[in-house]
């Protein structure tokens, strides 16, 4: 079975976004950018399904600007055999990247994709439940632990009241979340052997989907600020202030 | 989309067992931030008896109950087929931006070939919205130019509306069961506690708990005062705790009366979650921690001395 994982190239989690001069945008210009935390989950998964000898190839797809080969290097470094790259330098929306990924399965025919919950910029956690909805098949979101027997996948998913086992029919979409695995850490022949693989990179156009943006950013803002608060020295402070003054005791 | 367009709203509501989910009447009030047009729809075991509430919830016109067992458990493929079927009457389908919302939407959107938006926060106009980028680093606001909108709203983000005569309740026949998925087993955490989202006052505890035994101080805190529980991703990870308590950028928002954070540092994953709380408490030994500064009280010190004393010195909470 083949497993096509898609990774996304954003800011490094640990960056402070700002917001450009001019309010149009964050200002990514000399950020430190990664692959998606949530991804990389998603391929670790993959990589061990192939280590347990159920996942007979593990193919990366990336979607963004040339940069994001980085994210693909470190994809094949850490275990992924082929690399996937459409190009594309606009930001693009969920729905679009879940129609291109619908391409890349029609032509990869993997029978799992995995990819992250979330990415930790747009914030959206939308695009496995689209594409699943595109290529009409089962979808589990917020994958903690993934089983595959036979023709389907058992998949555990965190959700608001607890947790929720799911059993689906293969092909199937998931989105993983936090708990599913830790990733590894790539080794340093690896990187340098992933160096030298060929990407197999085209033009996101050329797959025939409509990217044209359906949501435009009139603006971003910092939220409002929080008022300072205050050291209190003890707990009878703290009681008394919260009783008093913030009335919420 | 012109200004003129009628603005005609489907809330999806979530429901279980005939008890619609709290925060339906904040995704109505959403709604209601639209315009008038207010139509609900409730599906799976228990619709009908939940419809009957939903009715009476301030501004719904109408509710359409699919009383089927096949969408129970937030089936996605279903319920996402059903709602896509109706979406030609409206211009707007919103649900609460919660595990189900946020897994059922964006499948409707697609099935629908529009864009969705994901934990919208305020509502300024038929077409434009803002909702939290980078771990609600930054709010954007955004216009969709889709004929249809599909959205999920952070409840936390509106306050419920009230009640009214009840609005009149229509059965709906129930799609095909696709039987894409099936349930295998579900454990919910039953709780005596406030839920997390919906609490007035919530209690958090983060990796300097130590241990899930130490998390017992949270709950003695927590009883005092009629408090829901939460944590950090630490926490969870460290198996301290079940993961339906994290909260954070990839964990529940809350947004209560008083939010009390022990041992947690105060990531930026950790506060996209709980900033927009009311009153902020922090309690951690180190002065350097960043939850003090978005904490309105900060207490410099030991949890494992701190906690007991404050369990003796709150008032007790009257349920
Ligand atoms: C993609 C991604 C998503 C994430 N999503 C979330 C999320 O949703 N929610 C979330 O919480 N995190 C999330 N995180 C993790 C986040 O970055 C932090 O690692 C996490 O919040 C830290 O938890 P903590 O504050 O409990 O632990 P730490 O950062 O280790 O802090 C522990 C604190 O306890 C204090 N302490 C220790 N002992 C004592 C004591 N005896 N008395 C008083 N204080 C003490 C310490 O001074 C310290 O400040 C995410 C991370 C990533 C990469």
Sequence with gaps: ?249 | MSSEQTVRTLVVAEQSSGEPDAATARVVAAAAALGEAIEVLVVGSGAERAAEQVARLAGVQRVHCCEAAHYDHAAAENTAALVAGMAGEYTHLLAAASTTGRSIMPRVAALCNVAQLSEVVAVQGPDTFVRPIYAGSVLATVQSDDALRVLTIRPTAFDAVGAQEAAPVAALAAGEDTGLSRLVDEQLVSGERPELSSARVVVSGGRGLGSGDNFRLIEAVADRLGAGIGASRAAVDAGYVPNDMQVGQTGKMVAPELYIAVGISGSIQHLAGMKDSRVIVAINHDEEAPIFQVADYGLVADLFEILPELVEKLPRHES
């Design chain 1, 1 to 249: 079975m083949k497993v096509l994982v898609a990774v996304k190239r954003v800011i490094d989690y640990n960056v402070r976004v700002r917001v450009s001069e001019d309010h149009a945008g964050v200002d990514l210009a000399h950020a430190k950018m990664a692959m998606n935390p949530f991804c990389e989950i998603a391929l670790e998964e993959a990589v061990r399904l192939k280590e347990q000898g159920i996942a007979s190839e593990v193919v990366a797809v990336t979607i963004g600007p040339k940069a994001a080969q980085e994210q693909l290097r470190s994809a094949m470094a850490l275990g992924a055999d082929r690399a996937l790259h459409l190009e594309h330098d606009e930001a693009l929306e969920s729905l679009h990247v879940a129609g291109l990924l619908a391409g890349v399965v029609e032509e990869e025919q993997p029978g799992l994709v995995l990819l992250g919950k979330q990415s930790i910029d747009s914030d959206n956690n939308q695009t496995a439940q689209m594409l699943a909805a595109m290529l009409g098949c089962g979808q589990a979101t917020y994958a903690s632990d993934i089983r595959v027997a036979g023709e389907s996948v058992t998949v555990t998913c965190e959700i608001d009241g607890g947790l929720r086992i799911l059993a689906l029919q293969l092909p199937a979409v998931i989105s993983v979340d936090l708990r599913l695995n830790e990733p590894r850490f790539a080794r340093l022949p690896d990187i340098m052997k992933a160096k030298k693989r060929p990407i197999e990179s085209r033009a996101a156009q050329s797959l025939g989907v409509d990217l044209a943006p359906r949501v435009r950013t009139l603006r971003v803002d910092y939220p409002a600020e929080r008022q300072p608060g205050v050291r209190v020295d003890s707990v009878d402070e703290l009681v008394d202030r919260l009783k008093n003054e913030a009335g919420v005791i």
